[in-house]
């Protein structure tokens, strides 16, 4: 039931879009108990200028080559939950396929349980 | 009003899009009641390895050939209502252009009628 | 914190990109009160049998070059204030890079402080 919708620069290859799918997957699976094979995701790709990042906003060395990661969830998560969720994005996707933290934007977007459809034109969740 | 946001593999026809689009656009006239002509969307193409579909997860047999559609549209339809827009999605996209309902996931944002501009830049639902 | 999501026909220039996402933020700037250099943006281009504008729905004369802007924000704007954004983006898109503010489409989705990462996995707004 997540969707989660990553935008990153141009240019990467099929080996790094695929791991980082894997990564925030598996660190959802890890933080906020998603169902196992609940992968949902898309990646699109972003010419230089079709990007922006924040600089130093908020004291944070952001480079040029930002991964912005929105993931719709249904609402209910605690915070502490949220930022378990967060750290272990950052922690994984600087392993693997290797980010540097500072560059990863997570935005989280709650919705109710009838506000999906996951196939067949069924509201699973009701 | 209903903000209309389609992803799909690269590779289909500009008849495939355009039927997709007016599809939804359809089955939204259908079951939840939007105004005539209220068409706004967009359709983004993914490679293969930039779009994850959820294989078996929940009991349906997906392919890797999947549509995610998320909709923006105002708060306040009921459950019966966005069941109803599921499955007329589903049916329709079925009979053209073809898709497997299995493939079809739909994700409701809902929001305030304060939060569109639809042109102008006046908030026209206030 | 602003995360600005645009969408618009393929073919404008790197320079129409650039100040298209400036010109966003310098409204943020003026009608929300965003922190400076809080400047998160993406564009996407899409061809046309991509994008559906919605003609003259509800009396306003688009055509087929709009521009659609999704902006997530933290919750708590007046209407007031959301409304003196939304004709900050028109009138500055249509000072340069010069767009018709019929075309321009705004659509807002609020969030709490606690679904934002904005770099280093650390919830700042917590």
């Known amino acids: 039931m997540p969707m989660t ?59 040029d080559d930002p991964v912005f990661i929105q993931i719709t969830i249904n609402a209910g998560r605690s915070v502490e939950k949220k930022q378990a969720l967060y750290a272990a994005i950052a922690k994984r996707l600087e392993a693997d396929p290797g980010i540097r933290p500072e560059d990863v934007v997570v935005s989280l977007l709650e919705v109710a349980a009838e506000d999906w459809s996951l196939g067949n034109g069924v509201a699973q969740y009701v």
């Open 5 to 63: 919708r990553i935008s990153l620069l141009e240019g990467k290859s099929s080996e790094y879009h695929r791991t980082l799918m894997e990564q925030i997957y598996l660190a959802m699976r890890e933080t906020i108990e998603i169902p196992e094979g609940d992968r949902f995701a898309t990646i699109t790709e972003h010419k230089s200028e079709q990007m922006n990042n924040s600089g130093n906003y908020d004291g944070i060395e952001r480079s």
